[in-house]
């Protein structure tokens, strides 16, 4: 009768019985957001200044998105970096703490130092295709021109625009300090950029210093508002461990009953 009764138990285990605790209440805006950011080694040009200190593109990028993001609280917000190729630094989450760690761990030359420029959108479009959301937007922040890669930056954009994502464009860098380098290939392709976003019916932003750069992402987060709805979570406390302990102990029993008076002869 106990080898029974344990069997039981350990099929109602399986079964992952929960209880439920509580539930929370979680504002979400609607907009869903994806930004793609650039990872090429040119992001390591340091032609921006804050608190009189020179830092790098890519830092920059940083600073001014991990503030964007504490003002979007209610948005579903993903991250795509790109370098030769993208890939995906963080789905689609209301989560913004697991976000903003993404964001930090962004590192240069962790992929090829090229601009896949197309496979870069294209990724960030990909992640809002499925979505049923008020609005999809991309935020794509690069400092270069599209040079790796298999898809065009402007097929990209068109097939943004078929599936309904508006995609504001952000050209990085300091043409000042690309002259004195004699570098003009450290500038942004900013005719591109442009038709990326008029096809998509977005903006294109030029982020040439740090004030820029930080009015830029105000203006986004001012063009990209609507009400806000509700979506219940309900937490569980999982009963699996009670019914695993419970048959373990019934085991127990049966072992030491069967060396005494109940012992079961052949």
Request: aromatic residues 6%; charged residues 25%; hydrophobic residues 45%.
């Amino acid at each position: 009768m106990l080898r029974w009764l344990i069997l039981a138990l350990f099929i109602v285990a399986l079964a992952q019985p929960r209880l439920t605790k509580s539930e929370t209440t979680v504002k979400a805006s609607g907009v869903d957001i994806a930004v793609a950011l650039d990872l090429s080694g040119s992001m390591e040009m340091p032609d921006f200044v804050v608190n009189n200190q020179r830092i790098d593109r890519l830092d920059m990028a940083k600073i001014v998105l991990s503030q964007f993001i504490d003002m979007r609280p209610n948005d579903r917000i993903g991250l795509v970096a790109f370098g030769g190729r993208a890939y995906i630094a963080s789905p689609l989450t209301l989560d913004h703490d697991f976000l903003q760690e993404n964001v930090a761990r962004l590192r240069l030359h962790l992929i090829e130092d090229n601009t896949a420029l197309g496979s870069g959108l294209a990724t960030a479009v990909n992640r809002l295709r499925d979505l049923k959301s008020k609005s999809k937007i991309v935020i794509l922040m690069t400092d270069g021109a599209n040079n790796a890669g298999n898809i065009a930056p402007l097929d990209a954009a068109n097939a943004a625009r078929t599936l309904g994502v508006k995609v504001y464009t952000v050209g990085v860098g300091n043409d000042e300090v690309a002259r004195q380098m004699r570098r003009p290939d450290l500038l942004p392709d900013e005719d591109t950029l442009r038709k990326i976003a008029d096809t998509t019916g977005g903006k294109y932003y030029r982020a040439d210093n740090a004030e820029r750069f930080r009015q830029i992402y105000a203006e986004i987060d001012k063009l990209e508002k609507t009400e806000a709805v509700v979506s219940k979570y309900t937490e569980f406390k999982e009963l699996f461990p009670w019914f695993v302990a419970g048959g373990l102990a019934l085991l127990l029993i049966e072992i030491v009953l069967g060396q005494t008076v109940f012992r079961r002869l052949p």
